[in-house]
Structures are given as structure tokens and as C-alpha cells.
T-cell receptor, first 111, second 115 residues
Framework: TQLLEQSPQFLSIQEGENLTVYCNSS?????LQWYRQEPGEGPVLLVT?????EVKKLKRLTFQFGDARKDSSLHITAAQPGDTGLYLC???????????FGSGTKLNVKP | DAGVTQSPTHLIKTRGQQVTLRCSPK?????VSWYQQALGQGPQFIFQ???????QRGNFPDRFSGHQFPNYSSELNVNALLLGDSALYLC??????????????FGPGTRLTVL
């Protein structure tokens, strides 16, 4: 059973479009991380959010942690082919780095 | 500054065999976590090592065991391999600073195929 559910599972869009990826749970997390993973590589950390309602921006990417710390979203503005990859959210529940990953959203941005 | 390294890159084994995967953490890191990522899925936490002890464990059978050495590098051992053990095995390292979370850095993984 996945503690974190991500949606959509797959997303194929044209370059320049906007998109939002969701990460939902019925559990409360102490922290929420977003990663991007490319084929044959390990996940690369994009951002960590720890406060309910927190919003962080990383260039064209905007991350939000839900007020109740149970959900998160990732919004990409004007997507580019270089954004293509598997986006994973991971929730931390204790002090020892045990993270629960969602199953990921596979994004394909077509030129 | 070397990041997290893992070896081997790829490995093919047959059912019933045993395998050992290796991980060197990022320089300055003292904590190593292992994850299993099946095709099309997110990583699943196997266990974490800190100060050469297993500190946390996920929902994996005892066939999965590990070790951490004094230089903080780590090994993952899997005995009596099953077809379902085929996956990408990821190692992540972090520095324990006693906060509510510590940033993890992942290695490129070892792709294990069990035939």
C-alpha cells in the first residue's frame, strides 16, 4: 500500500504548456521532498518543504506543501523538453530519514 | 567532491543465488539508506545504517541484510534471490545533524536482474 498517491501517473504535453502534479496522502508528514529521476539514474532532489502552507519556487517550478502537511503539489510553468523525467514525491515521518515515496509522475515534454 | 557511488552498475543472477551490492556515500556523510525501485514504481525503503548499526528497517524479509563499515561505506546483501527481487537498488547518503530531516543524495543505482 502506497502512503503517497501521485497523479497523474503519465503526462505528455507540448513545450510551453503549464502543468501541475499532485501528491496526496491521508498521513501527516514532517517533511515533503520532490525529486526528478531520469532513466538509468538515481533521483535528484529538487526541493524540501517542512512547514504547512509553505511555497517554494525554483525558477519555473513552484512547490506547495498543504496546510495540514498531508499533500503537496508541483507546478511547472512553460514546460521545456529538459523537464522530461519521472517526478517523485517523498514524505518523511520521523527523525531518521525514512522516506515514503509515491509511485511517480512520468512527464514527457514534446518540442 | 565525489557524490554517491554504487557498484556494480548492472548485475545478472539466477534464482537462489546471493548478491552483494556496494555503496560509497558522499564525502562527509555518515548515514546510508538503501531503497528498492521496481520498474514503474517509486523507491521502497529497505533499511538505513548509521554508526555501523541498522537503525531503521522497511517491510523487507530477512533475506535482505546489510553492513556499514568504519569509513561509512555500505553493502546490501540479498540471499536466496527471487525473480521479484529484480529491480534498481538505490543507495542514498546523508549527514546526521539531529534535525527533523536530513537531505539525502542518491547514487545512480545498481540494476539487478534475476533470471
Amino acid at each position: 500500500t502506497q502512503l503517497l498517491e501521485q497523479s497523474p501517473q503519465f503526462l505528455s504535453i507540448q513545450e510551453g504548456e503549464n502543468l501541475t502534479v499532485y501528491c496526496n496522502s491521508s498521513s501527516v508528514f514532517s517533511s515533503l521532498q520532490w525529486y526528478r529521476q531520469e532513466p538509468g539514474e538515481g533521483p535528484v532532489l529538487l526541493v524540501t518543504v517542512v512547514t504547512g502552507g509553505e511555497v517554494k519556487k525554483l525558477k519555473r517550478l513552484t512547490f506547495q506543501f498543504g496546510d495540514a502537511r498531508k499533500d503537496s503539489s508541483l507546478h511547472i510553468t512553460a514546460a521545456q523538453p529538459g523537464d522530461t523525467g519521472l517526478y517523485l514525491c517523498a514524505g518523511g515521518k520521523d527523525n531518521f530519514n525514512k522516506f515514503y515515496f509515491g509511485s511517480g509522475t512520468k512527464l514527457n515534454v514534446k518540442p | 567532491d565525489a557524490g554517491v557511488t554504487q557498484s556494480p552498475t548492472h548485475l545478472i543472477k539466477t534464482r537462489g543465488q546471493q548478491v552483494t551490492l556496494r555503496c560509497s556515500p558522499k564525502s562527509g556523510h555518515d548515514t546510508v539508506s538503501w531503497y528498492q525501485q521496481a520498474l514503474g514504481q517509486g523507491p521502497q525503503f529497505i533499511f538505513q545504517y548509521y554508526e555501523e548499526e541498522e537503525r531503521q528497517r522497511g517491510n523487507f524479509p530477512d533475506r535482505f541484510s546489510g553492513h556499514q563499515f568504519p569509513n561509512y561505506s555500505s553493502e546490501l546483501n540479498v540471499n536466496a534471490l527471487l525473480l521479484g527481487d529484480s529491480a534498481l537498488y538505490l543507495c542514498a547518503s546523508s549527514l546526521e545533524v539531529g534535525g527533523s530531516y536530513n537531505e539525502q543524495f542518491f547514487g545512480p543505482g545498481t540494476r539487478l536482474t534475476v533470471l
